[in-house]
């Protein structure tokens, strides 16, 4: 068990900032559930300063990934060019507490689709 | 008295306890999570072990009466004693220790006496939970485990020895593979370990996949090992277990140390898996679990059971499996000469030390159960009065032997109890705030109804503290009534309180070992009672 | 201005025409995000890289904007298309205006 102070992000207040970063990505077209994209999170991130996510959207234009439960929703956008064999990528992110991680892809049709993953940052420190 | 002791154990047989051979055609066996543990040693297991979502009321949470109905076990009869928790004391008294690593090596030879192929595998937990392990930093277990002929392993505990001596272990030391198919170099997010190992045997070709635990770097000091990644990755198991198959394996083994609950989905989300020989939560189940085509298989902890598994192999995959899972009643198997010298040489450097006796104990002292032990009792106890603190906190850790009542305590029980390599006794200032979060916190890490999510602990215990807890609620939720026992008074979330404790996994922490800690404490009472815990109130109905 | 800051790929250095390979980037960077207090309580100014782009023979791979909650040291995986022989180029765009590069030649054969 570990007493190090985490922040636990109250996830409604930061939600709006979240929709407007969706928004400007989308220039507020409709956004639909998740079919052609997927987001890999961990449930539980071994270390809140780096998380390590995965975004594919095969066909897509390009991918946004916010973090829903930080001060600052935004993380980061990948844009595909011709010579990406697939619309794939993986980073590390920083994540203030347990909360949402969301991803927004443009489809090469133009429309929108959004995913996300719950990654919990805990304390921990039991085991058996 | 003795009559009834010898009239239990004469319907024991050294021969019954093992069985007869088996119809597959290949046999394994399996050990897991013994945490160095090579004396026979009393083992109570828990009364209370709740399991969530679509693990509740299922095996392994099951526990006393309900147990015995779902196995058929009958009340007062040696399985009663080794598998569930009632009347244990007098049980303990009729039926004997359990355990020994010679005992054990009797086993693991007439098996191989009746099946000479078969496979001996280790699911992890081995090299820490005795002094002799902390005080060689796993030389003698590695070693120990070397010459009963294991032929593969997966690990948890293993790697709070820190990298350096993991790796010189694997280098130098370890005489069979060390598996890990999650375990990954963080940088650059590739395997860091060997994720399987093929055995023929019989004109079978079989896998067999290392799982190691998925939240060591959460549980445990990632400041230990920096440079790696664990996690479930469950993409990562399928495509071993396909690689496998593509192998030309026939039939594919997961040594596991997930936990069950982990293990159980991981059997319903990956296909192709044959058995799962499951580990790190401690359980111990009579009879596989099947979900799906794949069964789990339970053995228990602290060298009290080995599992004998014979698979008939068939056309290219698995017709059939028998389970066996054998107590090692330490009085009705005899220890193997051989490996009882082996053991005596690991223990000799430390004789006088181990065999010390530092007081008695009026009460049974165990440690598992989801809330509460009154081993974690006692050492809350003595961090309150030795560190002068108002609560104690005290992790809720699976392993640790138990005593009887009557028994003395020797300091060889005290690090069956505390030996880790993080032991520092830390005490510092928390504000009640913090406090709900903490426990918040581990309640979801045990309660999550998704098992992903679960890590396979028990609550950290307290002392100094009451709350009541309300599983099936949600993080933030579930504890309330939070109480600090000294004053009545409700915790309050702006104030700070002095908290004691152990295990911490930040680095730097400061104190004194535990160990140091809880002999001071049964040295000042001589002999210790603990009464019934009270303090930690359950709402489980909705 | 960041010190130190080195960047590292993994490239295979040969290709089948048409091969997917998969690219792995890691540049170290402390990513300062701008929110942080050094010990005095003042706050430690932003100085993050804000872009990383993947070019091969001049031809977009992938372009990535980033902000502050991109972890220390960023780490980039993602898959390219190798037509015919040429050269990967590497570039991450520094708050302080500094870029830095890297390349690495593949040859198809
Ligand atoms: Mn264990
Ligand atoms: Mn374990």
Redesign the pocket.
């Known amino acids: 068990l570990g007493t190090a102070a985490l922040v636990f992000g109250p996830r409604i207040a930061w939600a709006t900032a979240t929709d407007d970063a969706i928004a400007e990505f989308t220039g507020g077209a409709d956004v639909a559930e998740a079919t052609g994209l997927t987001l890999t999170a961990p449930e539980i991130a071994e270390n809140g300063n780096t998380v390590p996510i995965e975004v594919d959207a095969p066909g897509a234009e390009s991918i946004i990934v916010l973090a829903s439960g930080n001060p600052n929703p935004d993380v980061g956008t990948f844009a595909f060019g011709p010579l990406a064999a697939s619309q794939m990528a993986s980073t590390r992110i920083r994540l203030a507490g347990t909360q949402d991680v969301v991803a927004v892809a443009k489809m090469a049709d133009g429309t929108f689709q959004r995913a996300s993953q719950e990654v919990k940052v805990t304390i921990g420190g039991c ?2 | 008295g003795n009559w009834s002791r010898l009239a239990a154990q004469q319907s024991l047989t050294q021969e019954g306890l093992i069985g007869e051979s088996g119809s597959g055609n290949v046999t394994l066996i399996h050990i897991t ?1 013994i945490h160095a543990q090579t004396q026979p040693i009393w083992f109570r297991e828990p009364s209370i072990n709740l399991g969530v979502g679509q693990a509740e009321g299922q095996p392994p949470h099951l526990t006393g009466k309900a147990f015995r109905q779902l196995y058929g076990i009958d009340d007062g009869s040696a399985l009663d004693y080794a598998l569930t928790y009632e009347d244990f004391t007098a049980l303990a008294r009729e039926y004997g220790r359990m355990g020994g690593l010679d005992r054990i090596a009797t086993v693991v030879k007439a098996i191989r006496a009746q099946s000479p192929e078969a496979i001996l595998l280790d699911g ?2 081995t090299w820490q939970g005795s002094l002799p392990a902390h005080r060689t930093q796993g030389a003698d277990m590695v070693h120990l485990f070397n010459a009963l002929g294991a032929e593969a392993m997966t690990s ?2 293993e790697f709070t020895l820190g990298i350096e001596r993991v790796t010189e272990i694997i280098e130098s030391e370890l005489q069979m593979p060390f598996l890990g198919a999650n375990i990954f170099d963080a940088m650059w997010d590739e395997p860091a370990y060997e994720a399987m190992t093929s055995f023929e045997r019989g004109g079978t070709k079989i896998a067999v996949i290392g799982q190691a ?1 998925p939240y060591l770097p959460i549980a445990n000091p990632s400041w230990m090992f920096p440079d790696l990644s664990f996690g479930v990755r469950q993409e990562r198991m399928a495509s071993v277990v396909q690689e496998a198959r593509d192998g030309g394996a026939e039939v594919v083994v997961v040594l596991s ?1 997930n ?1 069950f609950d982990v293990d159980r989905k991981m059997a319903a989300d990956v296909p192709g898996i044959d058995v799962i020989l499951t ?2 939560t401690h359980d111990a189940l009579p009879e596989p679990v099947q979900i799906g085509e794949t069964f789990l298989i339970a053995s228990g902890s602290h060298g009290k059971f080995v599992s004998r598994v014979d698979l008939d192999v068939r056309d290219g995959r698995m017709q059939g499996l028998e389970h066996r899972l054998i107590p090692i009643f330490s009085d009705v198997i005899a220890p193997d000469p051989e490996m009882t010298a082996l053991v005596e040489e690991t223990r000799a450097p430390f004789k006088e030390e181990l065999t010390e006796e530092i007081g008695k104990t009026d009460s049974l002292l165990y440690r598992r159960g989801n809330f509460n032990g009154t081993w974690d009792d006692l050492i809350c106890d003595a961090l309150l009065e030795q560190r002068d603190a108002e609560i104690a906190l005290s992790p809720g850790f ?1 392993w640790g032997a138990s005593l009887l009542p009557g028994d003395p305590i020797t300091r060889e029980d005290i690090f069956n109890a505390t030996a880790m390599s993080y032991p520092a006794a830390y005490r510092n200032e928390m504000s009640g705030e913090m406090l709900k979060i903490v426990l918040e916190d581990v309640a979801d890490n045990l309660f999550n109804p998704d098992p992903y999510y679960q890590q ?1 602990g028990d609550m950290v215990r307290v002392g100094g503290l009451g709350y009541r807890i309300d599983i099936m609620q949600k993080q933030g939720d579930r504890i309330s009534d939070m109480v600090l026992l000294a004053s009545g008074e409700a915790i309050d979330p702006s104030r700070n309180y002095v908290i004691a404790g152990w295990a911490s996994v930040n680095e730097g922490t400061e104190g004194p070992p535990i160990w140091n800690v809880v002999e001071a404490h049964i040295r000042d009472r001589g002999t210790v009672s603990v009464a019934e815990n009270t303090t930690v109130a359950l709402k489980s109905e909705n | 201005m960041a010190e130190n800051v080195t960047p590292r790929v993994r490239v295979p250095s040969k290709a089948s025409a048409g091969e997917e390979i998969t690219i792995k980037t890691l540049i170290s960077h402390p990513m300062e995000s701008g929110q942080r207090k050094d010990k005095e309580g003042n706050i430690i100014p932003r100085s993050i890289i804000h872009r990383f782009v993947t070019t091969f023979n001049g031809e977009t791979v992938i372009d990535v904007t980033m902000e502050p909650a991109i972890s220390t040291n960023p780490y980039f995986e993602f898959v390219a298309k190798v037509p015919e022989s040429g050269t990967f180029e590497f570039t991450w765009f520094d708050d302080d205006g500094s870029e830095y590069t890297e390349s690495k030649d593949v040859t198809v054969g």
């Open positions: 085991g058996g | 999570d992890g937990d948890h505990w635990f140390h936990g580990g790190h699976r396979g």
